[in-house]
């Protein structure tokens, strides 16, 4: 049959028979039961049948089949024959997820929660993938894409909060999704509850700085998060409109003027929206994406001098920022230190090795 992914013949039924099924400690196996088993792409070779093979068939299977009739059962078969496989996959998905291993990790994740449903932490590392995924689409150029794996992610995170117990990480990682989605009530309501149960002194010092700013905040919430949600969704004029709306009701505050400024920037209107990130800018905004964000509008408008001031900035504040490491590279081409580009691109790759945008540049370098 196929399995889920669409890879013919990977996965098999077999019937363990009566005469050769044993028990595995306490574990019964019931030959009136069929396996999954894993085959490989190519069909595979039954004769050669394993141990290893029906591990594999059951983890692909519960990865899309957690509520199959007999998924418990599977369960039940993978922790007698292999009891440390959870922390074996948990150690094996976040390496790969670190080295960008993108779709093996998501595989192993999936894995994970299909075997281990009641656990979170297969639901919120699948979550942080799903997040970094985005990130790296977006430094890519492919919104729509990332914009797509952001809402896989926010998916991720409601079931995991609908958990009888997700845990303390849950809140503190669900916390920072939001607040960059700046669903700031959300946010606030995240980290209160990960101040009431965690334990790690660095987190709870992080999150009441943030609850402590976003209690104290003055801000005409509704206005803000309308107009960040049109924008998003394509509707920037709209979306700017209401963005200055905020700006009027309250002038002391930055952040309107950046939705101003992004809004115009989506356009391509970059002079309008360099003007407004510079507002920010004197209110007091001194953050990575407005700099950023700057830094295009000047890149477009040929301020390139001005574009490699504010992405300096922008890495001192986060030296190991894959974006602003990127547009660095973007800039150097454009100033025509291709060598100096080539430096950026490679060291992306070092934090990311399959960042796309970086691979595509160094190749037309090399070229």
Known sequence: MSDATGKPGSLAFIRIPAHIAADLGSFRVNPDIPVPVELGSDGGDPSSLSWEMMVAGMLRFLADQGGHEHADYYRAFVNAVKPDLPTELSAAGIMKAKNGEYELADEIFRALAGLLPEAPEPLLNLAVLKEDRADALERSGREAEAEQMREAAFDLYK????????????????????????????????????????????????????????????????????AYDLIRMGRETDGIRKAIDFCEANPSLPNGWFLVGWGHRRLGQYSDALAAFQKALELGQKEVDLYNELSICEMELGMLKDSRMHLEAALRLEPENLKIMSNLGVLSRRMGRDGEAAGFFRAVLDLEPGDELALAQLKELEA
């Open 159 to 226: 079931r995991l909060l609908s958990m009888e117990q997700p845990g303390p990480d849950a809140y503190f990682n669900a916390g920072f999704f939001f607040l960059k989605a700046r669903s700031y009530d959300r946010a606030l309501e995240l980290f209160e509850q990960y101040l009431d149960m965690g334990q790690e002194k660095a987190k709870l010092g992080k999150a009441k700085e943030i609850v402590d700013r976003l209690r104290t905040r003055s801000r005409a919430d509704e206005d803000f998060k309308s």
